[in-house]
């Protein structure tokens, strides 16, 4: 059979369906094509057939493989970008707030306000401790003072002391910190 005597319909129908072929579904979309024109032309119905709503089955996109493995489920939603989540989230924000919203904002400020105050606490407690060390320290020296005539030696009468050298003990700072909790983990290598 000739090209001439084929209908322009199916013509056209051919060369869209080359057109959409690749590489990976030539073959099936080839043997596809070429037992629709055979069954066709069987049923003498060449002429007839509405070529444009006829699908090739190979040349459908294929809907991809579900794997239910450890990969991310698809949903029926598409993602949206940074841009667009933040555009959305801005626009509900500026929607209103409702009751649930206002009650649980209320809740936040508090839980704030609470943990400001135990804060505060715990620096008030630190001063008066401060103070109360300061205290101590300035009693210590005025003891220690009396102890010792001047800055140099603690005792004259030690043969060994030497009047000219500071005694850096006198001057020592013991820490009197009660809070066992620091802010910070020192790492230190072996």
């Avoid at 306000?113 to 009693?139: C, V």
Wanted: proline share 5%; aromatic share 6%; with cysteine.
């Amino acid at each position: 059979m000739s090209s001439e005597s084929w209908p322009p319909q199916l013509r056209e129908w051919v060369a869209r369906c080359l057109s959409q072929m690749s590489d990976a579904n030539r073959t099936d979309a080839q043997a596809e094509l070429r037992q629709a024109i055979a069954n066709a032309f069987a049923e003498k119905t060449l002429w007839t057939t509405d070529w444009a709503g006829v699908q090739l089955q190979s040349l459908m996109p294929k809907a991809p493989p579900t794997i239910n493995s450890l990969k991310r489920k698809m949903n029926d939603t598409p993602q949206l970008s940074k841009k667009a989540k933040k555009a959305a989230a801005q626009k509900h924000a500026n929607a209103g707030l409702d009751f649930g919203d206002q009650a649980a904002l209320s809740r936040r400020a508090e839980r704030f306000q609470r943990e400001h105050e135990q804060e505060r606490q715990k620096s008030t407690r630190g001063q008066a401790s401060l103070q109360a060390n300061n205290q101590n320290a300035q009693l210590l020296n005025r003891i220690s003072r009396a102890d010792s005539p001047s800055v140099f030696g603690t005792n004259p009468d030690d043969p060994e002391a030497d009047p000219n050298v500071l005694d850096w003990d006198k001057y020592t700072i013991v820490g009197t910190n009660q809070e066992l909790f620091k802010d910070y983990l020192r790492l230190t290598s072996v």
